[in-house]
C-alpha cells in the first residue's frame, strides 16, 4: 500500500504572499504537495526538469513554473539553479478587489510551464517585492510581475483570444482552484453564471474540446494522483471526484486512461 504523499508547507502564516530566492543546493527532490497555497518558481538560471503531475518540465534560463495548490512535484537538476519562488496564499486572490490582477493570474494559473525571454525587469520587480512590507505595495508589484508575464509569453506565444475564451479562462481557473473535483459539468456551469450549453459551445471555440472534455483532464489527472500518492480506495477516491457509482468511475477511468484504477496504481 502506497503512503500518502509528502506536504510541504513552506508559508509564512502572517504574508499572503512571500518572495524568497530559489536554494543554490536543490538538486534532486522526492514528490511532494504544498496544501493551502500556490507556487511560483521563477527560474533565471538551471537545467535538468522538472515534474508536475507526472508531466516532465525541461528546466532553462527564464523558466515560470506554476505549482498549484495540491499538485504533486518534484525536481532533477543538473546544473546550479538561480532564480525566485513566490508563495501565494489563496486568500490573496480571493480577497483582492482588483479584478485585473485576478484574471492575470488565473489566467497564467491555466498552465504549468512558461518558457519566457530573459528580462531583468521580472529580477527588479521580485526583488522588490522579496523586501516589501506595505501589502499595497505587494499587491501592486506582483501585478506588475503578472502583466510582465503575460506580456512576455501569453500575448507572444498563445493563440489570439476567442469569443467566449474569458469563460473558457474562468472555467479551467476554477478547476484548477477547486480543492474537490467533482464529475458534473452543470455544476461549473451554475459556478459561471452559464448554462452547460453555452459552456460547452464556448470549450469548443476556445480548445476544441466540450466542456465534459475539459473536465475529465482534471478529473483524470486528480484521479491518478489520489491513486499513485494515497492509499484510498478506488471506491473512495471516486466518490470524493462525485462519481456515486464506483463502477462508473471505474468505466470512465478506463475510457480515458485505457487501464483500470487498479491497473494504474499497480503499475
Avoid at 57 to 69: C, G, H, M, N, V
Avoid at 176 to 194: C, G
Amino acid at each position: 500500500m502506497k503512503k500518502d504523499i509528502e506536504v510541504k508547507d513552506k508559508s509564512d502564516s502572517g504574508r499572503l504572499i512571500a518572495v524568497s530566492t530559489f536554494k543554490k543546493e536543490i538538486r534532486e527532490t522526492s514528490p511532494h504537495r504544498h496544501h493551502g497555497y500556490c507556487e511560483m518558481i521563477y527560474l533565471t538560471q538551471g537545467a535538468g526538469v522538472h515534474v508536475i503531475d507526472d508531466v516532465k518540465y525541461p528546466i532553462s534560463p527564464a523558466s515560470l513554473f506554476i505549482i498549484r495548490r495540491e499538485q504533486v512535484h518534484h525536481w532533477s537538476i543538473t546544473e546550479v539553479p538561480e532564480g525566485y519562488v513566490l508563495l501565494l496564499k489563496k486568500e490573496l486572490i480571493e480577497n483582492s478587489l482588483d479584478t485585473e490582477l485576478v484574471r492575470l493570474f488565473e489566467t497564467l494559473c491555466s498552465h504549468s510551464y512558461y518558457p519566457l525571454q530573459a528580462d531583468h525587469t521580472l529580477d527588479i520587480i521580485l526583488d522588490l517585492l522579496m523586501h516589501e512590507n506595505n501589502m499595497a505595495a505587494v499587491e501592486s508589484l506582483f501585478k506588475i510581475f503578472l502583466i510582465k508575464v503575460n506580456e512576455r509569453y501569453v500575448t507572444n506565444k498563445m493563440k489570439p483570444a476567442v469569443e467566449g475564451e474569458n469563460i473558457y479562462n474562468r472555467y479551467c481557473a476554477l478547476l484548477n482552484r477547486q480543492e474537490q473535483l467533482t464529475n458534473n459539468v452543470a455544476h461549473y456551469a451554475d459556478l459561471l453564471h452559464t448554462t452547460p450549453q453555452n459552456l460547452n459551445t464556448v470549450c469548443r471555440k476556445a480548445a476544441d474540446k466540450t466542456a465534459a472534455q475539459v473536465l475529465a483532464i482534471h478529473i483524470i489527472r486528480e484521479a491518478k494522483r489520489l491513486l499513485y500518492y494515497t492509499s484510498a480506495t478506488v471506491s473512495e477516491i471516486g466518490l470524493a471526484l462525485g462519481f456515486k457509482d464506483s463502477s462508473h468511475f471505474v468505466k470512465y477511468f478506463k475510457r480515458h486512461t485505457g487501464s483500470t484504477p487498479l491497473s494504474f496504481r499497480r503499475s
